[in-house]
């Protein structure tokens, strides 16, 4: 039995940078959203196991590739469908980044949409 929910969202600041530091997406943080914290509280364990959460959604900071290591680490999992998370009225909804961004380097992964999202209150989002 669940007594609460998961946090909105967990990061870590960048390497020298302050507790307030607020990452953007592939800024090279661990960052990892509400959708992999609730997979547990959905029966979702084998998914939620196989998700790297040292990584994050993203990665971990450096100066080059690796900023994005979570993004393919963790690519299975965000390619995964969970019907929890899919109207069954909908068909199944994929994403992929395009390959005109950045060269194409993050083009690869092919990630599952959902139909639901959360509101984390009043945080500031850049």
């Known amino acids: 039995m669940h007594t609460n929910l998961p946090p909105g969202r967990i990061w870590a600041p960048r390497p020298g940078r302050g507790p307030t530091d607020f990452p953007t997406i592939f800024a090279g943080a661990q ?3 509400w959708f992999n914290l609730t997979l547990p509280k959905f029966e979702e364990g084998t998914i939620a196991n196989a998700y790297n959460f040292d990584l994050g959604a993203e990665g971990y900071p450096g100066n080059g590739f690796e900023v994005v290591a979570g993004f393919f680490a963790n690519s299975t999992v965000a390619g995964t ?3 929890v998370f899919q109207c069954r009225s909908d068909r199944d909804i994929r994403f992929q980044i395009t390959p005109q961004y950045k060269g194409g380097v993050l083009s690869g992964p092919i990630l599952s949409k959902g139909n639901y999202a959360v509101s984390r209150g009043n ?4």
């Open 31 to 33: 960052n990892t959203t």
């Open 123 to 126: 945080t500031r989002w850049r």
């Open 81 to 83: 469908k969970m019907a």
